[in-house]
């Protein structure tokens, strides 16, 4: 993007709310006239390969992502067949977004993330050939496949992570960095190590809380991101690795007290936006100015996702006439 062009807008939901009405989801988001919608994959949740290929065949128009699945908990040449049949049902529109996967996506399974930079590597060679029908270590083609072809335009693959590592990466061999996840404050190394190599797409997107009530549902469910993100993103905002981990244990037991309490105002504000969508919106344009992505969007976690879609594109309006009258 140039000048104070407003990028491409979009929400990230967890796939927790019942399946038809996260399809139902995708449709509202379109006739709002946002451009993306990104499904998580944190674990055993509804399946977002199901959701975005149904919501594929009910709109015309947004990009469907995964934000984002992992390359432990299924094997990338399956994961790359299951985002290249909906690339194919959406005529093109889907993306694959992957990352090396947290605590919160694999202590379900039992799983860690081990040699996280060589699985990435391996993820990404996977599924072009894949998607190419050629052999690549670790895979070799069957006599029937999917391939971009069949879909019109190459499946694009965006990398999501906090490290110096995979951002690099993604800016060697991906076709974007999906930047989420994390404080606002992170975003400056973030997008410059995701630009390192070659200016590759940027879709950020912040958490987001527009009322008392979603605030105090995201409260303790930041501690997951304190979890794994890096010790200096904890030294930043005062915490202590220990204290977290507790946190995180009492959170996993059933008790999100402790969660709550390390999570206060002052760490909270720090890791989302937080305010009516006239405030967000703000926000958003100043991180459009610092940042330049391709895509800008919201982190929705609140238990009305309709609602919070709705709060989005008010606040992404607000955001495209600050922008326009720069």
């Known amino acids: 993007m140039s000048g104070d062009t407003a990028p491409a807008v979009g929400v990230w939901v967890f796939p927790e709310a019942p399946a038809p009405e996260l399809v139902d989801l995708a449709r509202h988001v379109e006739d709002l006239g946002l451009d993306e919608l990104w499904v998580g994959d944190e674990g055993p949740a509804r399946d977002p390969f199901a959701v975005l290929a149904a919501a594929a065949v009910i709109t015309d128009r947004i990009r469907l992502a995964t934000g984002i699945t992992n390359p432990y908990v299924r094997h990338p040449g399956v994961t790359a067949a299951s985002m290249l049949t909906i690339h194919e049902l959406s005529g093109g529109r889907a993306v694959l977004g992957v990352g090396a996967g947290g605590q919160l996506s694999l202590s379900p399974f039992g799983l860690e993330a081990s040699r996280p930079l060589h699985r990435m590597s391996e993820f990404l060679d996977i599924t072009r050939a894949v998607a190419a029908h050629e052999p690549a270590a670790g895979y070799s083609p069957p006599d029937v496949a999917i391939t971009e072809a069949a879909a019109g335009a190459p499946l694009p693959v965006f990398v999501g992570a906090r490290g110096p590592r995979l951002n690099r990466l993604a800016s060697q061999r991906a076709d974007g960095a999906f930047v989420s996840g994390m404080p606002p404050f992170r975003y400056p190394a973030v997008v410059s190590w995701a630009r390192s190599v070659r200016p590759i797409d940027i879709a950020l997107y912040p958490s987001v809380a527009f009322t008392e009530k979603a605030v105090e549902r995201h409260r303790p469910e930041m501690i997951w991101g304190l979890l794994d993100t890096p010790p200096e993103v904890r030294d930043e905002l005062g915490l202590d690795l220990a204290a977290v981990q507790a946190a995180a244990k009492a959170s996993r037991d ?37 940042h330049r992505p391709t895509s800008i969007g919201l982190a929705l976690l609140q238990d009305d996702l309709r609602d919070g879609v709705d709060h989005a594109a008010e606040a992404f309006a607000a955001m495209t006439a600050e922008l326009g009258g720069s």
């Open 254 to 290: 059933g008790d999100p007290e402790p969660a709550r309490r390390l999570v206060d105002d002052t760490v909270l504000e720090r890791m989302m936006l937080v305010g009516e969508p006239p405030v967000v919106g703000s926000r958003l344009a100043e991180l459009v100015r610092q």
